[in-house]
């Protein structure tokens, strides 16, 4: 029997908490919950889950300060830069806090 990890999510300006297998990938366990990982066209034309596209971006903190290891790549340079990483590559291994970002066009933040 696998051991579950909580994970509280916060979107638009909501707290939920939910539980996720562990080693699970984190865009699959928020998809299977219903959080709107993609934006409106991304939600369609995306990867898969290959860590392509880039559009599945969130903001993770860990309970290590940041301890979820960088997988490939583009989640090495979001960690090191500080955007948001691409759930596709994040596997569910401790309790985190991730914040889903609003997306306007393909996987793009609103402009600040």
Known sequence: MNESVTLTVREDGAETTIEAERGAI????LRS??????????????????????????RVEGAEGGSIPAAGLHDAAAKRWGYPRLSCRIRVTEPMTVEVIEKVVWGQLRPE
């Open 33 to 58: 919950h219903g959080v709107a990982v993609y934006g409106s066209v991304s939600r369609v034309a995306n990867c898969g889950g290959r860590g392509l596209c880039g559009t599945c971006g969130v």
């Open 26 to 29: 984190l865009r699959d366990v």
